[in-house]
Nanobody
Framework: QVQLVESGGGLVQPGGSLSLSCAVS????????MGWYRQAPGKERELVAT???????KYTDSVKGRFTISRDNAKNTVALRMNNLKPEDTAVYYCHMPNTDYWGQGTQVTVSS
């Protein structure tokens, strides 16, 4: 059974940094397209960043230059490094395998002074 388990959320002040990690239990992980999504209170879930099998990345405009998605195919993990965090980044962050029904349970990120 495929499982995605996120870790690394928490409370941080504006301008601070956090790193999220997602451990994925699936065979042939390196072939999968992976992504991070987030959902703020009262808003729809939105795409934050994706990374394909070759390491090519894409970001939503609001996080470009501040967030970095990466993957370690040897460890079956995908990470999201978030710098210069803003209050509007506050949300539950989810790891997801696009084009599948597999989602992590989510991890809360709160940016507040």
């Amino acid at each position: 059974q495929v499982q995605l388990v996120e870790s690394g959320g928490g409370l941080v002040q504006p301008g601070g940094s956090l790193s999220l990690s997602c451990a994925v239990s699936v065979g042939m992980f390196s072939l999968y397209f992976m992504g991070w999504y987030r959902q703020a209170p009262g808003k729809e879930r939105e795409l934050v960043a994706t990374i394909d099998y070759s390491g090519t990345t894409k970001y939503t405009d609001s996080v470009k230059g501040r967030f970095t998605i990466s993957r370690d195919n040897a460890k079956n993990t995908v990470a999201l490094r978030m710098n210069n965090l803003k209050p509007e980044d506050t949300a539950v962050y989810y790891c997801h395998m696009p084009n599948t029904d597999y989602w992590g349970q989510g991890t809360q990120v709160t940016v507040s002074s």
